[in-house]
Structure formats: structure tokens, C-alpha cells
């Protein structure tokens, strides 16, 4: 096979393809490592932290995955292999074991071939947050990638890496697979171990799939679900996933809700492409049998400030650990006026390692947190999500799916939100409502908008999110995959 051919198949059939004995193992993994070194790095899209060192796959190819490469995002624990959240307090970080999502996927035969860049800590919709700089959009690399799973969604959006695994904690693989014409799929909380995930917000935090489709998605999910003794807060999956082959969508019941559809004002503004597209997708829904019901979701539009008290009242607690004694950076105390002795060196080594958006969640979280506040902001923020997620078990019992545009916007020019964070955080008014209710959604490309934008002018990536209740992914993906081909969006398009 030609190179061209080899990166033309989806994850899926390149497994296939090696398990038949039509495609070497080596072969496969050589095509993508000379791409990821050649387009990867930060001379070009610096979708990658890390390139695998090793030119060939070691050892024979395992099944199922048949060695097909993976991409990981950077706050994945790899053993020995650097992890380091896309900040520089875990610059050079190797640690000692390997997350389980990981090495699940490694398990079942994928070859680890690259670490992704990402927002510091995950913290970001644009991956501009990160330490190791920005990542570029493959489909106009004066953009963003969408965060902070970006540098993944750039990787796979490229063609770089065959698929990518992400998080997403209010949208991280979501908005990203959206603005770089990809699939990416949040799983329903619990559905994937945590352990060796380098954590943001933990009732929050899902690992997931970023793919060229959705059968690809289901493929990478299959292997990654399950209980794990090391985390405790995951659930065995209540039934095998199945690789999803609907086509049809007759009988389904899809839900817009009043207040996350393309007329709601809370998004800030949606632009008129994407509402076009949405509504596109929506017509064609209807085509292939399903019917569309105006729902509500009364809470949603509380769902942003709610997320926006939560996660970094976690992530005060969580980044605490980050205190130069255990790992990564260790500042020298003092500077001028600084401290001395160990709480200098504390403070010298946070204030160091530390990026801006970090340092900002912090001290909004720890202000959330403090006596005298806890309730007002914390204890409030906590009975919205209540809320919201009662507001997702009534809208449940009238449709089967809910459908949303996963973001207001398609991709936005670097910089042009960095000043900016409240507007920065709006990116996140689509996919904030199912994070909290603990949820599964995906999005799937479903056109392009902007005229003038993009390779020919044709326009950049939209996304068209499906969420469903607590476990449904085998029936999100089942409807996902009827409207993927029905779209016939070229997942290709974007290829270095
Ligand atoms: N953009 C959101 C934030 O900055 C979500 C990030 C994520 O899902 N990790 O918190």
C-alpha cells in the first residue's frame, strides 16, 4: 500500500487490514511516525509534546487493535514517556505507571506514537493556555484547534495520528473534534477509569475518543470502558459497546431544547453558518425518519456560571499537590522581596510553574471554597447541577436524544479570545449542561460555515452534538453513524 492509501483508512480498517495479514504492522506505524515528526512539531501544527523516539512498533501486532497508532493527550500518565498536563510545573514529568485507559488501549494492540498538546491542565477552549504553545488548526493554521483537547483533534484532523484519545471535563473533546471537522465522544461519567489521569476537576473529568468516525469512536470506547479497582468513582459498562451501523433513524425521538438550540441567546451569540448547518442537520434527521420535539431544559442556561465555581473549586484542591517537593519544577525561594526557606520555595515554584489561566482558576476556586463564601458560591452551584441534571431526566422521558451545535462558533483566530475570559468561557455553553449531569454526548462534523473561510473559501468545521442518558453511548453512536452518513462530511479534508 501507498502512503496515501495507508493514511486513507479509517482506524477501524487499518486494524483490519493488518489483522488480514494485507498491511505490515511496521509499515502502518512508519507512514504515521514520519508524518507526526515531519507536520507535528512546533515548526508546524505543534500538535505534539512527545514523538515516540522508536521508528518501528516493538513486538508482534497485537489483536484486536492490530498496533494501529494512538495519540494520547498529555495529561495522560505514560510510564517513562514525559506527562505533563501542557504546563511547565510537570515540564520534563516521566512518570512511573501508565494510565488505565491507556493501557487498556495498549492491551487490546494499539502502539502509543505521540503525546498531544493541550491547555494547561485542561483548562482552556483554544489549547492558547498551554506552556508548549499554541497548537494551529489543520483547516487554517492562523486558528485555533479548540481546546483542550486540541492538540488530539489537530492530530487526527491532519491525519497525523489515526485517532487520538482526549478528556473532557466541560467539553474538552467536544468543541475541539467540532472546530477541526472530527468526531469526539464524551463518555458517561464513570464509564472510564481516572486513574492516571492528571486530574482538573474529578466528579467532572471523563477520558474519550477523538476520531476521523464513528465507528472508530465505538471501536476505542470498547476497549477503554470498564470498572478499575484504582478509581472509584468508575462503573462497569451495563452491556458490551457495539460497533454502530444504523442508517436510519426511524422512531427517534430528538429533543431541541428551548434553551440550547440555534435561537438562544445565552451561547452569546450564534453565528448565522452554524445555525444554518445545525438546522441542515436537523432537516436531514427528519429525512431519515426521526421526528423533533421542542423540549426544556429550564437550568441550562445557569449551567456555565455553575461549571464556571465547580471546576476550579476542584482544581484548587487538586493543583495543590503541584508544590515542587514531589514532581516537576522546583523554583529556588526568594527574588526580590520574595520569601525564604520552604514557603518560599512553595510560593517561587507556583508562581513560576504556574500559566495565567491556572493561576486564575485557583484563586477563583479558592475564593469559592473559603469560610463564610462556601455556601453562597460552592453550595448554590452544587444544587444547579442538581438541578440541571433532573432538567435532563424529565427532557428523557419525552425524546430519546438531545441535539445541540457543540459550539456557537466554527473556528476563531488565534488570540482573538485570550484577553478575554468570560468570552473564552462561553465556547462552553453547549457542552457545560451535560458535563454536569454526568451524561454522555458526541459530536460528528456536520458541514462547514463562513464564507470565504478555510481551504477554498468553502468554509470551516461545524459540529452537531448528540447527548443521551447515563450509559446510551451504543445508541448515541447508533444515531451518530446514520447521520454521519446521511452528512457524507470528508473527514480527509484537512490532511497535511
Ligand atoms: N473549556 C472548559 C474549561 O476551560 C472545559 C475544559 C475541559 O473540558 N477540560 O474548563
Same mark, same amino acid.
Given at each position: ?5 495507508? @493514511? ?124 508548549? &504553545? ?38 474538552? +473533546? ?23 489521569? @492528571? ?92 421526528? @423533533? ?68 482558576? +485557583? ?38 436524544? +438531545? ?38 454526548? +458526541?459530536? @460528528?462534523?456536520? &458541514?462547514?460555515?463562513?464564507? &470565504? ?34 452528512? &457524507? ?8
Amino acid at each position: 500500500m501507498s502512503e496515501s492509501q495507508i @493514511i486513507a483508512l479509517s482506524a477501524t480498517e487499518a486494524a483490519a487490514a493488518v489483522i488480514a495479514g494485507e498491511l505490515d504492522e511496521r509499515e502502518l506505524y512508519g507512514v504515521y511516525h514520519r508524518r507526526a515528526r515531519e507536520h507535528g512539531g512546533s515548526d508546524a501544527l505543534n500538535c505534539f509534546t512527545w514523538v515516540s523516539e522508536l521508528s518501528e512498533p516493538g513486538g508482534a501486532p497485537q489483536r484486536p487493535l492490530g498496533g494501529v497508532p494512538l495519540a494520547v493527550k498529555d495529561l495522560f500518565c505514560t510510564k517513562d514517556v514525559p506527562s505533563q498536563s501542557g504546563s511547565k510545573i510537570l515540564e520534563g514529568y516521566r512518570p512511573p505507571y501508565t494510565a488505565t485507559a491507556v493501557s487498556k488501549l495498549q492491551q487490546a494492540g494499539a502502539t502509543m506514537l505521540a503525546k498531544t498538546n493541550q491547555d494547561e491542565f485542561a483548562m482552556g477552549s483554544s489549547n492558547e493556555s498551554s506552556a508548549f &504553545g499554541p497548537v494551529r488548526n489543520p483547516w487554517d493554521r492562523g486558528r485555533v484547534p479548540g481546546g483542550s483537547s486540541g492538540g488530539s483533534a489537530a492530530a487526527v484532523a491532519a491525519g497525523l495520528a489515526p485517532w487520538a484519545l482526549g478528556t473532557d471535563t466541560g467539553g474538552s +473533546i467536544r468543541q475541539p473534534a467540532a472546530l477541526c471537522g472530527i468526531v469526539g465522544l464524551k463518555p458517561t461519567y464513570g464509564a472510564v477509569s481516572r486513574y492516571g489521569m @492528571i486530574a482538573f476537576a474529578s466528579s467532572l473529568d471523563q477520558a474519550g475518543p477523538l476520531t476521523r468516525n464513528v465507528a472508530d469512536a465505538a471501536l476505542m470506547l470498547r476497549h477503554m470502558v470498564g470498572q478499575d479497582e484504582a478509581d472509584a468513582t468508575s462503573l462497569a459498562f451495563p452491556e458490551p459497546i457495539s460497533v454502530p451501523d444504523g442508517v436510519r433513524l426511524d422512531g427517534v425521538r430528538l429533543g431541541v431544547a428551548t434553551q440550547l438550540s440555534a435561537e438562544s441567546e445565552g451561547a452569546g451569540g450564534i453565528e448565522p453558518g452554524v445555525a444554518a448547518a445545525f438546522e441542515a442537520t436537523l432537516k436531514l434527521a427528519q429525512e431519515l425518519g426521526a421526528s @423533533i420535539k421542542t423540549i426544556e431544559l429550564p437550568h441550562a442556561p445557569h449551567a456555565l456560571a455553575a461549571y464556571y465555581v465547580l471546576a476550579p473549586a476542584e482544581c484548587s484542591s487538586n493543583l495543590a499537590r503541584f508544590d515542587g517537593v514531589r514532581y516537576g519544577l522546583r523554583a529556588e525561594p526568594g527574588g526580590e522581596d520574595g520569601e525564604r526557606g520552604l514557603l518560599g520555595m512553595y510560593t517561587r515554584t507556583r508562581h513560576d510553574g504556574f500559566g495565567a489561566e491556572v493561576k486564575r482558576r +485557583i484563586m477563583l476556586g479558592t475564593y469559592a471554597l473559603s469560610a463564610g463564601y462556601y455556601d453562597a458560591y460552592y453550595g448554590r452551584a452544587q444544587r444547579v447541577r442538581t438541578k440541571i441534571a433532573e432538567d435532563f431526566k424529565t427532557a428523557f422521558q419525552d425524546v430519546d436524544f +438531545i441535539v445541540t451545535p457543540t459550539s456557537a462558533t466554527v473556528a476563531f483566530e488565534l488570540g482573538a479570545l485570550t484577553d478575554d475570559p468570560w468570552a473564552m468561557y462561553m465556547n462552553d455553553y453547549f457542552t457545560v449542561p451535560m458535563s454536569l449531569a454526568g451524561i454522555p454526548a +458526541i459530536s @460528528i462534523p456536520c &458541514g462547514l460555515a463562513g464564507d &470565504g473561510l478555510g481551504p477554498g473559501g468553502n468554509g470551516l468545521p461545524v459540529g452537531f452534538q448528540i447527548a443521551g442518558p447515563a450509559f446510551s453511548e451504543n445508541r448515541v453512536m447508533q444515531a451518530a453513524h446514520a447521520l454521519e452518513a446521511a452528512i &457524507g462530511f470528508d473527514s480527509a479534508a484537512a490532511f497535511a
